[in-house]
């Protein structure tokens, strides 16, 4: 079997007519997920060129997993929200095909990219905090118009939650077990600096958490079928607008609070750290101006956004704060405790290379340090 475009089977763009018709095939990031992802462009005889998405899904997703996601995008477009991409149905009619051990899908090319500031003000960062939880409402309120959920808004503990409340013992054994040694580090210091920085965290933090998520498994709260995996990466900007929004693979039932808080903390995150290297104006310091800058311009930004579309109770809000902060420093301790098995065992994957897992790992670390630690 041929390909094109490094690893995208010609079988698949057979499949949907393409193959005939391609001008140019560029491989895009599929993140940790393991998806392949490519950009083709086609230009069908003297017609416009066209930019479709190709996707394979990372192998051992079920066709039924597939089906669902395609299910949900497909009645929140006929909900009337264009901010999700249209999937594109093959020669057969077919809205995916199996072949080498991936299911393939092909949808619509958003244009836009990411956020990237100009200054990174205050005002700046709010703007676009503002409108991306607006694009996240739009898609939910649409969400809850569709028929895809047979749960619809019912309100329970949410799953997010429970969740949480499961990773803790975890970040409990890693607690118990004391800081790495030698061995497990095997001369890299960098995990055992985020090592030192999680336990600082935790020593400070984590009586506070356990005891929230006591009480957040008890409480109820609506809810319906979310993203769950919308960071900011996931968020389309073009002409300062929102574009779309992409990579729908991790929707199922739960809190709106925990798509909120996902993006959120992501920029924070994110561009916090940027701003530590930069050469703009100051906004991000080594201090508690993080913590500010959340509490006081990005957290704002969020629920103005997002309850432009959506209702959005002071208790959900609360709980997506508590969501974001519980899941930053969770994920720094997962980190450190996966790498420090996965590395010890030589089981790190492709698409997780020690470079990746580093980076992800100081991002983790300089956000903690700033957030937690010098509050």
Known sequence: MGTVGLSLPIAVLDAWGLEPHVVECQPLSGGLSGAL??????????????????RGWPEGISGDRVRDVQRFVSAVRQAGCALVPQWIRSVDGSS??????????????????????????????????????????????????????????????????????????????????????????????????????ARACWQ?????????????????YPVQTVLRDVHEQHVLFQN????????????RIDTPAVDLSRFAHGFLLRWGIQKLTSNLSPLFQMNAEWGDCLEKVVWPAALAGYRQHC??????????????DVSSLFSLVNWVVWIS????????????TEDVA???????QQFAINYFLAR
């Open 37 to 54: 992802v490519f950009r083709v462009l086609v230009r069908r005889e003297m017609g416009v060129p066209q930019n479709v998405v190709v």
């Open 96 to 197: 995916c095909l199996t072949h080498q051990q991936r299911i393939w899908e092909v949808t619509e090319w958003i244009e836009g990219e990411p956020w990237r500031p100009q200054t990174l003000t205050h005002q700046e960062l709010s703007e676009a905090v503002q409108k991306g939880a607006a694009a996240i409402a739009q898609v939910h309120a649409a969400a809850n118009q569709q028929t895809f959920s047979e749960t619809g808004r019912q309100t329970v503990v949410p799953p997010a939650v429970l969740e949480r409340c499961q990773r803790l013992q975890v970040v409990q054994d890693w607690w118990e077990a004391g800081p790495l040694d030698a061995d497990r580090l095997d001369g890299r210091e960098w995990l055992g600096a985020a090592d030192r920085v």
């Open 204 to 220: 400070t933090h984590g009586q506070a958490i356990t005891e929230w998520l006591a009480i957040a498994q008890t409480i109820a």
């Open 240 to 251: 300062a607008q929102v574009s779309g929004l992409i990579d729908f693979d991790a929707m």
């Open 311 to 324: 209702s959005f109770s002071e208790q959900e809000a609360e709980l997506a704060r508590h969501l974001g």
């Open 341 to 352: 098995w996965e590395e010890k065992a030589g089981r790190l994957s492709e698409k997780i």
């Open 358 to 364: 580093r980076n992800r790992v100081e991002q983790l």
